[in-house]
């Protein structure tokens, strides 16, 4: 078992910038690929970015060049960095870890990942 807490969601300005930790605890998390979601009222959960145990990086096109996905296996914990913010930002932000054979899951997809925080609210003004 995985279990996964956010942090550091909060009220920011238009433009501004927020990091998001997810720490977990429970297992080793080196070995796991980690995601983001968000899920704004009244729309689906929506990918963000992932990172995979070799560090390599993915992104939504919406979030590309503006977040930044980074981990640090010593501290067990995931990163996401969010600058230049825009009101269209604004959801409760999740991680998600999946670890072992990820062939035939589609990592851009709620469904592939096994582990879930609770979410952290990211509200940015206009």
């Known amino acids: 078992q995985v279990q996964l807490d956010e942090s550091g969601g909060g009220l920011v300005q238009a433009g501004g910038s927020l990091r998001l930790s997810c720490a977990a605890s429970?297992?080793?998390?080196?070995?796991?690929?980690v995601g983001w979601f968000r899920q704004a009222p009244g729309k689906e959960r929506e990918f963000v970015a992932r990172?995979?145990?070799?560090?390599?990086?993915y992104y939504a096109d919406s979030v590309k060049g503006r977040f930044t996905i980074s981990r640090d296996d010593k501290k067990n914990t995931v990163y996401l960095q969010m600058n230049s913010v825009k009101p269209e930002d604004t959801a409760v932000y999740y991680c998600?870890?999946?670890?072992?054979?990820?062939?035939?899951?589609?990592?851009?997809?709620?469904?592939?990942?096994?582990?879930w925080g609770q979410g952290t609210q990211v509200t940015v003004s206009a």
């Open positions: 998600a870890a999946v670890g072992g054979i990820l062939a035939n899951r589609n990592l851009y997809q709620t469904a592939a990942y096994d582990y």
């Open positions: 429970g297992r080793t998390f080196s070995s796991y690929t």
């Open positions: 990172i995979s145990w070799t560090t390599n990086t």
